[in-house]
């Protein structure tokens, strides 16, 4: 039988506070984003691996306070004291400055940014996946301040945070799935939010190849057979 024909349907992201799961793997994170009258110095790194809803937190945050959100591997050609100006402003992926084609440029603008904002007695959100003690900075003053900033840390997901997570990438897929699937993926997958984006996308495409709806018999074959 013919595979059944692709197509490239985008995925709609949600990214709003009434779409976000609350459980105790980030309750006290989005607590201490929320509590941002008492940020020290008024700035926070937000820490988490990959997929571990970093983006959604920040989002939400700004939609909150009218922040903007700047991806940190755009901070070289950006208009430093207009973001400043904003008072509320989100830096994305703060940790890979150094992987960029001129890692000067860009924790320059960082650090321009970050006394910048807090002169304006702004808030200034930092997402990366390991703290400020781990990155690579080359630039002394910038890593004096990123390192005495303080950190919200996601933890692995549990049980419930896994279930939200799977839910909501199935939504953002729009595909419903039986209600004993989620519990049965829970129990057997890799526990990490990316894990739980690479199996809607992996089952999402081999429902779309064998032109079957997705369902426990098509996700067994991606999992060692058990008792």
């Known amino acids: 039988m013919a595979e059944q024909l692709i197509l490239d349907l985008p995925v709609r992201q949600a990214l709003g506070r009434d779409a976000f799961f609350v459980s105790p793997s980030n309750a ?6 929320d509590a941002v009258d008492n940020w020290p110095s008024g700035k926070l790194v937000l820490v988490g691996p990959e997929g571990a809803g970093k983006t959604h ?14 991806p940190g591997d755009t901070l ?3 208009n430093i004291p207009a973001l400043a100006a904003r008072r509320f402003v989100v830096v994305e992926d703060a940790d890979r400055l150094s992987t960029l084609p001129d890692p000067r440029r ?5 650090f321009h940014l970050h006394n910048l904002t807090l002169a304006e007695g702004g808030r200034l ?20 301040r990123m390192q005495g900033t303080t950190v919200a840390r996601i933890e692995a997901p549990d049980d419930m945070l896994l279930t939200a997570m799977l839910v909501k990438q199935f939504d953002d897929r729009q595909i419903a799935v039986p209600g004993t699937l989620i519990p ?12 739980a984006r690479r199996l809607v996308e992996t089952l999402d495409d ?20 058990d008792d």
């Open 28 to 33: 006290v994170a989005m607590a201490t984003l």
């Open 106 to 110: 860009a924790e320059e603008a960082l």
């Open 184 to 195: 049965w993926l829970v129990k057997r997958m890799e526990r990490s939010a990316e894990a």
């Open 76 to 78: 070289d050609d950006a």
């Open 57 to 70: 937190m920040a989002h939400v945050w700004a939609s909150d306070h009218g922040a903007v959100i700047v």
């Open 125 to 144: 959100l930092l997402t990366a996946q390991s703290a400020p003690n781990h990155w690579t900075l080359g630039l002394p003053d910038l890593a004096s």
């Open 206 to 225: 081999a429902a779309l190849r064998s032109g079957k709806p997705i369902s426990r018999s098509l996700a067994a074959q991606f999992f060692p057979k």
